[in-house]
């Protein structure tokens, strides 16, 4: 029984409803308990079998597992009970536990022998900012958060301290205040491999001189010594596999800021105006920085963004435009190359992107170059057949290559790596959509990991997948072209390749998670369930339940069916809200899970919190087929 106040004289009494099983469970504990009261150990093996898809189930397996459930009892009934499992034990302690019946596996299980070009990576975008991307403090702090849940890209900015004897890693032209490099690099080398033994890799933007090159080079090297992967050659003809670098330390970085400053400098003579126009610039991006520092401020506090608040079927809504305008363009992949801008992050003249005279030691621990984009879209997304490189666009140079180049992208990627990264005006750290980017092949999809937000959400979930370790294996489809020729356009009509029934039977958990009151002052919550696929426009659907009033634990018993054309890409989106009629409805807990991860059968789902974090209690017990 619980109780609400309500109008301050009265108080209202709700009764808790026992939680029982599903008739789904019911009935599949007595089919394969064939009627009696409990399970035993070689039928269990049996239901993960036969049920489960765990085919290699063993009798040792269920043992381990019976044995665990039997634990988790009280102690003196289970020094009394029979051997085997109860009903409620097969249910409360093995269905609805999410570390003995998961959704979806913890091991590595993909090929990890492939070029690192094969492999979508865990990538972050300035990644030692604590906050928002024009005011917050730089730490090291973030950057072991980061590592500490898998991401496998670190990005340092690299600065002149005032006196230009030493690096500082800060934002440029901001007002983030500085961390000095040596301690990043040694969070990063204690910190590296606690979540993966797969390579990190650190991407360096490069503002410095060549003696402070030198300085770095020094810095990179002692710190890591023997940890610090580097190529024999200044460029290779294929990419290392993740496995050959396990627990290795891998450079990669653009051409040295002061050539390009040089050159600008040039232009500054030639055009005085554009100097005094780009100085004033600056001032105004760190204006924009102290007005912008409240919000961002709000948002770390956990208070609601407006892209959480967007509705469902919203989410996508750039995603389905895109496609639509790169089918329009499709027919000019082929035309004649007008656009010849520098909207590439790794734009230089010099052709092996360094000065003559810049720091020849620092030239060496680079194993990841950088590669030329002089020249437009054409030059950028060549491939060259004698050496690989990484190519930096940002989100919006992005959405227009793929609009008149997508299928140059894909093969550009078979090989090579393609970072993309957030637009300039992102200032409060929040992401874009990451799907664009796995769709046609770009490995490293950097991201604000200081944010949230349902974009956030979906790069947390997608490298759920093959045990959470930074890399994940992409489809073969985008490797190679198909027999006609051609590349994967995910804008193509494609039969149906799979259906996945979903079926969400309860929640339990947000009573030990969360205060009485913390959804509603005065009643029980009211929730419901939203259930939806991310992946190739022709994929993408959102369903919801029906809303259980005043209940902790719901029950909804709901069945919902998507159809997937490419279930490679799709992520399988699944949220809690408790309804309010007078009021935006609150957040009860999110999870994203990659479709091609799921595990069949009745599985217990852990939810996550606004930032990711995974909820002590609270889960959903869900059903999973594919047809």
């Known amino acids: 029984m619980g109780s609400y106040k309500y109008c301050i004289c009265f108080t ?5 409803s026992a939680v029982a099983p599903p008739a789904d469970v019911r009935d599949a504990f007595a089919e394969y308990a064939a009627g009696a009261s409990h399970m035993s150990a070689d039928q269990l093996r049996r239901f993960l079998a036969e049920a489960h898809g765990q085919t290699n189930a063993t009798l040792a397996d269920a043992e381990r597992i019976v044995e665990l459930v039997r634990r988790r009892r009280h102690h003196l009934h289970s ?3 029979r051997p085997g499992i109860t009903l409620d034990d097969f249910f409360f302690h093995f269905l609805l536990s999410d570390d003995l019946n998961p959704p979806i596996g913890s091991q590595v299980h993909q090929d990890m022998e492939l070029p690192l070009s094969h492999y979508y990576i865990y990538t972050g975008h300035n990644s030692y900012l604590t906050g928002n991307q024009l005011s917050s403090n730089c730490s090291d702090v973030p950057i072991i958060k980061a590592l500490q849940r898998g991401v496998r890209v670190i990005e340092l900015d690299m600065w002149p301290n005032s006196a230009k004897d030493n690096v500082h890693i800060l934002h440029g032209r901001t007002l983030t205040s500085p961390v000095e490099m040596i301690k990043c690099l040694r969070s990063i080398k204690e910190y590296a491999f606690c979540a993966s033994p797969y390579p990190v890799v650190i991407t360096l933007e490069d ?4 003696d402070l090159q030198a300085k770095v080079a020094k810095m990179v090297t002692q710190t890591f010594g023997d940890m610090l992967y580097c190529p024999e050659s200044d460029f290779i003809e294929e990419f290392p596999s993740p496995e050959a670098l396990k627990n290795r330390i891998i450079i990669s970085t653009k051409p ?4 390009l400053a040089s050159k600008n400098r040039k ?18 991006d760190s204006e924009k920085g102290a007005n912008g520092s409240q919000k961002s401020e709000d948002d770390a506090k956990g208070h609601k963004v407006s892209n959480d608040e967007d509705p469902w079927g919203n989410d996508f809504a750039d995603l389905k435009d895109l496609c639509v305008s ?5 027919n000019n992949e082929d035309e004649e190359e007008s656009d010849d801008d520098d909207d590439y992050d790794d734009d230089d003249d010099n052709e092996n992107g360094f000065q003559q005279d810049s720091a020849p030691e620092y030239r060496r621990i680079i194993a990841v170059h950088a590669g030329n984009s002089k020249g437009g879209t054409r030059n950028a997304l060549k491939v060259d057949p004698d050496k690989v490189r990484r190519l930096s666009l940002s989100e919006q140079k992005f959405e227009k290559v793929v609009e008149s180049h997508a299928a140059k992208l894909v093969r550009f990627t078979q ?5 993309v990264y957030p637009k300039a005006t992102r200032f409060n750290s929040s992401n874009y959509n990451p799907l664009i980017g796995w769709m046609h092949g770009a490995q490293m999809i950097a991201f604000n990991m200081q944010g949230y937000g349902r974009s956030l959400w979906l790069m947390q979930g997608f490298f759920r997948a093959n045990g959470g370790c930074g890399y994940v294996k992409k489809p073969e489809f985008l490797m190679k072209d198909n027999p006609h020729g051609d590349v994967f356009d995910p804008k193509a009509s494609l039969p149906v390749k799979t259906t996945l029934k979903v079926k969400v039977y309860m929640g339990d958990g947000w009573s030990m998670d969360f205060s009485q009151t913390h959804f509603d002052a005065y009643s029980p919550p009211d929730f419901y369930t939203k259930v939806g696929i991310a992946g190739v426009p022709a994929d993408i659907k959102m369903k919801k339940t029906k809303v259980i009033e005043d209940n902790w634990t719901p029950v909804w018993e709901e069945e919902f069916s998507f159809p997937l054309t490419v279930p490679e890409l799709a992520l399988l989106r699944i949220e809690v809200h408790e309804y309010d009629m007078s009021e935006k409805n609150d957040f009860g807990g999110q999870t994203c899970i990659p479709v091609w991860e799921l595990k069949p059968g009745i599985r217990a789902v852990p939810l996550h919190d606004r930032k990711g974090n ?4 609270v889960k959903l017990l869900m059903r999973f087929q594919f047809a």
Not at 207 to 210: C, D, E, K, Q, Y
């Open 12 to 16: 209202r009494k709700f009764a808790s």
């Open 79 to 81: 020094m009394l009970a």
């Open 207 to 210: 503002h410095l001189t060549p």
């Open 256 to 259: 040295p800021k002061e050539y």
């Open 267 to 284: 232009e500054k003579e030639n055009n005085p105006q554009k100097g005094e126009d780009d100085s004033q610039k600056g001032e105004d």
């Open 326 to 330: 790169t089918d329009k363009n499709a």
């Open 415 to 419: 090989k090579n790596i393609l970072r």
């Open 614 to 617: 995974k909820y002590k209690s």
